[in-house]
């Protein structure tokens, strides 16, 4: 059984940074990507960076140079510095993974960017 634990999130003021990890088990982590997602009140959930199997990144354009996802293989872990946070960054945070056409989310934490 696939889980997907995240954990990190809390609340910053503008400009503050955060880590959140994700933590996973039942699976053969090292050969899966990995991703962040995020969703805000009202809005969809949107891909915020991603990180292959082989330490390959992409990141959405709103968060490039600000954000950098990581992965540990040795602690099943993928995480996401998140740096000069802005209020528009305020939204849940999920981890996700897919594994045999199926998609598997952690249950998400929230983050809040407020003065």
């Known amino acids: 059984q696939v889980q997907l634990v995240e954990s990190g999130g809390g609340l910053v003021q503008p400009g503050g940074s955060l880590r959140l990890s994700c933590a996973a088990s039942g699976i053969v982590f090292s050969i899966y990507a990995m991703g962040w997602y995020r969703q805000a009140p009202g809005k969809q959930r949107e891909l915020v960076a991603r990180?292959?199997?082989?330490?390959?990144?992409n990141y959405a354009y709103s968060v490039k140079g600000r954000f950098t996802i990581s992965r540990d293989n040795g602690k099943n872990t993928v995480y996401l510095q998140m740096n000069s946070l802005k209020p528009e960054d305020t939204a849940v945070y999920y981890c996700n993974t897919q594994r045999l056409g199926s998609a598997y989310w952690g249950q998400g934490t929230q983050v809040t960017v407020s003065s």
């Open positions: 990180i292959t199997s082989d330490g390959s990144t």
